[in-house]
């Protein structure tokens, strides 16, 4: 009978950790939407390299590694003396 308590007790602790992670990814989603991962990346970029940044698309990844994943990204040509167009 204890056998049963202590399996019916891991059981319960591996579901409610599932339920924590998968509320925590579902939060993620939630609070970055695309816009507002382009409003917090696209001016760090910009003043990183110097340049106009465009960003077509942009988004959270969890798998294979947690970061942000972006797509359409477009650099503009420098103006600064000393380069061709």
């Given at each position: 009978?204890?056998?049963?308590s202590?399996?019916?007790?891991?059981?319960?602790?591996?579901?409610?950790?599932?339920?924590?992670?998968?509320?925590?990814?579902?939060?993620?989603?939630?609070?970055?939407?695309?816009?507002?991962?382009?409003?917090?990346?696209?001016?760090?970029?910009?003043?990183?390299?110097?340049?106009?940044?465009?960003?077509e698309?942009?988004?959270?990844t969890?798998?294979?590694?947690?970061?942000?994943?972006?797509?359409?990204?477009?650099?503009?040509?420098?103006?600064?003396?000393?380069?061709?167009r």
């Amino acid at each position: 009978m204890k056998r049963w308590s202590l399996l019916k007790s891991i059981v319960i602790l591996l579901v409610a950790l599932l339920f924590l992670v998968g509320g925590g990814i579902a939060a993620l989603y939630v609070m970055f939407p695309t816009q507002k991962i382009i409003a917090l990346v696209l001016p760090q970029v910009e003043k990183a390299i110097g340049r106009k940044v465009a960003i077509e698309k942009a988004g959270i990844t969890i798998f294979p590694a947690l970061g942000i994943s972006v797509s359409g990204l477009q650099v503009s040509n420098t103006e600064r003396e000393g380069f061709s167009r």
